[in-house]
C-alpha cells in the first residue's frame, strides 16, 4: 500500500452549457469533491486524485479526466497522473450518466519547487537541552509523580533532554536543620522525587532546578509568598526590607548560599548531579504563591555569595540568571550588574529567560529583536542564552504552531541554547502543559516532539535560508562528530514543494509531519536530492544520518 500525504481540499467551478435540461425527466449526476494526495513512494509529483460523486437517478456513472498537461483518461474515480516539475495545472473531472454529464469540478495542482539553502560551515549555538519543567503532576499536589509510563513518555518518545524542577521551601524548614523526609503545607517530602530525578539522571537528562522562595523563616515577612491570597505585583526593591516586603533578609545571604550547597551535596548523595541552579524564579515579582523579590544589585549580591561558596566548595554546578520575564529593560537591569562586575562575571552560567509573548517570526519583529538584544548581553563573554519557562498556548492547533513559531524564533534570533517548557504534566491538559497524568497528549506535544527528538545536547545551529514569501521558517542542526543532520521545516503558508540544496548533506533523511491531524507521523526515507512535500500549516523534521 502507498504512503499518501493529503495536500487540498478545493471547491469546484461550474462550467456554462452544463446545465440540466429540465425538459428531461433524468437528472445528471454531482460532483461533490475531489481529494487530491501525492504519492510520497513514487516519481515525483505523482498525485492521486478520488472524485466523490452521485447521481440522483442511481445510475452507473462514468468519469473523464482532464489533466491539463494534454493527458487524459476515462479509468473511474480514482485515478493517478505523474506531473513534470516546476509549473501548475488544473486538472477537470466530468461525470456522465450516459444521458447527463456534470458540471466540471477542478482542482489546481503547483509542483514549482522553492530552494531550501544549507550552509553546514555557518556555525551559531550549540544545544544543551531541551525539555520542561516537573513531574506526571506538580510538586505542589499529591501525585503521581513518575510512573514508569511517564518516564518512558519523556525518554523514549518525546526525546527530552533537560528538565528543571523547585529547590522545594521545605527542605530547611529551620535554620540549619535540612530533611529530606519532611512534609509542609503544599510540598511532599523532598526523598519523593529522588526516584523520578536517579531516572533522568541515569539517562543522561540535565537536571537543573529554580528557587521560587527562600524558607519562610529567612525573609523579612516570615512568608514564603507575598501574603495576598490573590494578588501579584512588580514591586520597588526596598534595599532595607521590612515586615512588609516579600524579600530575603539582608543577613540570610550567608545562610541561603548553604542552603544552596546542602541541596546540591544532597542530591549528589542520591546519585543526582545537578546541572545549574537560579537562585531565583521571577525576582522583579511578588506573587500570592511563593516568590521573593530582588533587584539587580540585590540578585548580584546573592550571586556573588553563593557562586563564592560553591567555588570554594569545588561545585561544578552552573548557577543561571534572573529568569526574569516581561519587560525587557527590566531584565536588562536584573542582568547588568552581574556582568558588569568582575567578581560575579564567572559565575554567571547562563542568561535565562522566561519567553512570554515573544513569538514574531521575521528578523524586524520587536520579539525577534529583543532576542536579538537578550543574546547579545552575554555574547561578548561567550554565556550562553537559556529560555527556561514558557506557556500559555492554546490547546489546539493554532496554539501548537504559535508555539512551534515561538520556538523558532528563539533559536533564530535568540540563539538560544536550552528550552524548557511549563509545564511537562498536569492534572488535565491546558494551555500550560504538554499532556496530562494519564498520558494523553496535545498537539504541542508533538510540535515539541519535532525539535526535542532529533535536537540533542552538543548539536550546532547551522545556517538554512528560504525565500520570505513561502512563509517557510527553516532551522538545521548537526551533532559535532559530522555523523547526523536535524532541519526542521515550519509551513506557515500553503502545500508547498521544498528541495535541499547545499554541501556535504546526506542522501537520505527520514521524515516525519506534525500538523493538525497528523502526530510526528514517519513519512518514510526521502532522497536529499528529491523534492520534498511541505503542507500547509505544519512543521516537518528530516533526520539525516551519514
Not at 493554532?398 to 504534566?425: D, E, V
Amino acid at each position: 500500500m502507498k504512503n499518501i500525504l493529503i495536500l487540498t481540499f478545493l471547491i469546484p467551478f461550474c462550467c456554462a452549457g452544463c446545465k440540466k435540461n429540465s425538459s428531461s425527466p433524468n437528472r445528471p449526476p454531482t460532483v461533490q469533491e475531489v481529494k487530491t494526495t501525492l504519492l510520497l513512494d513514487s516519481p515525483a509529483f505523482t498525485f492521486q486524485f478520488t472524485a466523490t460523486a452521485t447521481d440522483p437517478d442511481l445510475q452507473s456513472l462514468t468519469y473523464l479526466w482532464d489533466f491539463g498537461d494534454g493527458g487524459s483518461t476515462h479509468d473511474g474515480p480514482v485515478v493517478t497522473h505523474h506531473f513534470e516539475a516546476g509549473k501548475n495545472y488544473t486538472v477537470q473531472v466530468k461525470v456522465s450518466d450516459g444521458q447527463a454529464t456534470s458540471s466540471v469540478y477542478a482542482v489546481q495542482i503547483s509542483t514549482q519547487v522553492s530552494q531550501i539553502n544549507i550552509d553546514l560551515s555557518q556555525h551559531f549555538q550549540t544545544i544543551e537541552g531541551l525539555g520542561g519543567f516537573g513531574m506526571q503532576n506538580q510538586t505542589w499536589t499529591d501525585g503521581p509523580f513518575a510512573d514508569q509510563r511517564y518516564i518512558n513518555d519523556l525518554l523514549n518518545d518525546l526525546g527530552l533532554s533537560m528538565i528543571r524542577v523547585d529547590l522545594p521551601y521545605n527542605f530547611e524548614l529551620h535554620p540549619g536543620y535540612f530533611n529530606i523526609d519532611t512534609q509542609a503545607a503544599g510540598r511532599q517530602p523532598l526523598k519523593t522525587y529522588f526516584p523520578f530525578l536517579q531516572a533522568m539522571q541515569q539517562a543522561g537528562v540535565k537536571i537543573i532546578a529554580s528557587v521560587w522562595s527562600p524558607p519562610a523563616w529567612m525573609k523579612s515577612n516570615g512568608r514564603i509568598d507575598n501574603g495576598t491570597g490573590n494578588q501579584a505585583s512588580a514591586p520597588k526593591y526596598n534595599p532595607n526590607p521590612g515586615p512588609d516586603d516579600n524579600e530575603l533578609r539582608l543577613d540570610m545571604y550567608d545562610d541561603f548560599a548553604h542552603m544552596c550547597a546542602v541541596y546540591v551535596q544532597v542530591l549528589k548523595e542520591h546519585g543526582i548531579d545537578l546541572y545549574a541552579l537560579s537562585i531565583q524564579n521571577e525576582p522583579r515579582f511578588s506573587e500570592w504563591y511563593e516568590s521573593c523579590v530582588y533587584d539587580g544589585e540585590a540578585l548580584h549580591n546573592l550571586l556573588k555569595i553563593v557562586g563564592d561558596t560553591f567555588q570554594q566548595r569545588g561545585y561544578q554546578t552552573k548557577l543561571f540568571i534572573p529568569e526574569d520575564i516581561g519587560w525587557l529593560d527590566g531584565i536588562k537591569g536584573m542582568v547588568m550588574p552581574s556582568l558588569q562586575d568582575p567578581a560575579t562575571l564567572p559565575y554567571v552560567g547562563a542568561i535565562a529567560v522566561h519567553g512570554y509573548a515573544f513569538d514574531g517570526v521575521t528578523a524586524n519583529s520587536p520579539d525577534a529583536q529583543t532576542w536579538q538584544t537578550m543574546y547579545s548581553w552575554g555574547a561578548p563573554y561567550g554565556i550562553p542564552l537559556w529560555m527556561t519557562e514558557t506557556s500559555g498556548f492554546s490547546n489546539d492547533w493554532n496554539g501548537a504552531m504559535s508555539l512551534a513559531k515561538a520556538m523558532y524564533t528563539a533559536f533564530r534570533f535568540g540563539n538560544i541554547s536550552a528550552w524548557l517548557f511549563w509545564t511537562i504534566s498536569t492534572s488535565q491538559i491546558d494551555s500550560y502543559s504538554l499532556m496530562d497524568v494519564n498520558g494523553n497528549k496535545s498537539l504541542r506535544y508533538f510540535v515539541s516532539k519535532n525539535f526535542y527528538k532529533f535536537v540533542r545536547p552538543g548539536y550546532i545551529r547551522a545556517g538554512i535560508s528560504a525565500d520570505t514569501s513561502t512563509h517557510i521558517y527553516p532551522l538545521v542542526f548537526k551533532d559535532p562528530q559530522g555523523r547526523h543532520i536535524t532541519v526542521i521545516l515550519i509551513n506557515d503558508g500553503a502545500d508547498q514543494a521544498v528541495q535541499l540544496s547545499g554541501n556535504g548533506l546526506p542522501q537520505q533523511f527520514v521524515q516525519y509531519l506534525t500538523n493538525a491531524n497528523t502526530k510526528f507521523d514517519s513519512i518514510g526515507m526521502i532522497p536529499s536530492s528529491k523534492a520534498i512535500l511541505l503542507p500547509a500549516s505544519s512543521v516537518t523534521t528530516l533526520y539525516g544520518t551519514y
